[in-house]
């Protein structure tokens, strides 16, 4: 378990006092746990990096899997994904430029 807490940056340790989200105190880092600490950030920048040179073949090999297939349900519509989309993009404008040039319905 101590080991997924490091991955994830649950951990409080001296390296990094400013971690908010370290709720585990671990104030004598052990070394192999401190290079697992937050190893999940290099993890999603491997597989932004591998997704961003797939073709859309290639990406469509790839779907959402439930263990039940009774249980799966589509995440969300295109109508809907497009309104989340403009508020991350509403949001991201204002804290960036501090002005958006949409306004969001």
């Known amino acids: 378990m101590k080991d997924i807490i490091y991955y994830f940056g649950y951990a409080k340790i001296s390296e990094d006092p ?7 105190d671990y104030p004598n880092t052990d070394p192999d746990m401190l290079k697992k600490y937050y190893g999940y950030k290099e993890l999603n920048e491997q597989s932004i990096g591998w ?13 959402f899997m439930c263990s039940d297939p009774d249980k799966s349900a589509e995440v969300t519509s295109f109508d809907e994904s497009s309104k989340m989309a403009e508020c991350v993009m509403h949001d991201a404008e204002i804290r960036l430029f501090g002005k958006a040039r949409n306004v969001i319905p």
């Open 51 to 63: 997704n961003a040179y797939m073709n859309d073949e290639e990406r469509a090999l790839i779907q």
């Open 18 to 24: 400013n971690n908010i989200t370290g709720f585990y």
